[in-house]
């Protein structure tokens, strides 16, 4: 038979979180005094994130491992129970 195709996104908190530990802090720091927080939409399913400076400093200082290393953010998601 025919496979149907089914929208299905993949978007997380935690991909998004990924993305601001790749960018230089300096950006970082400029957005969040520029617009007050960091907001992303996902370009497939349209679901927009936000988080506040408080957010982005927990995140950030609570993350593992070289964010630019799949098999390293891999192994971070597994031991927050994530994926």
């Given at each position: ?61 609570a ?18 129970g994530?994926?």
């Amino acid at each position: 038979g025919q496979l149907e195709p089914k929208p299905s996104c993949e978007c997380s908190e935690e991909k998004l979180n990924r993305s601001l530990r790749l960018l230089p802090r300096e950006e970082v720091d400029t957005i969040l005094r520029e617009e007050g927080c960091v907001e992303a939409r996902c370009e497939f399913c349209g679901k927009v994130y936000r988080m506040g400076p408080d957010e982005v400093e927990k995140q950030i200082f609570a993350a593992k491992g070289d964010a630019s290393n799949d098999e390293e953010w891999k192994k971070e998601m597994k031991e927050k129970g994530e994926n």
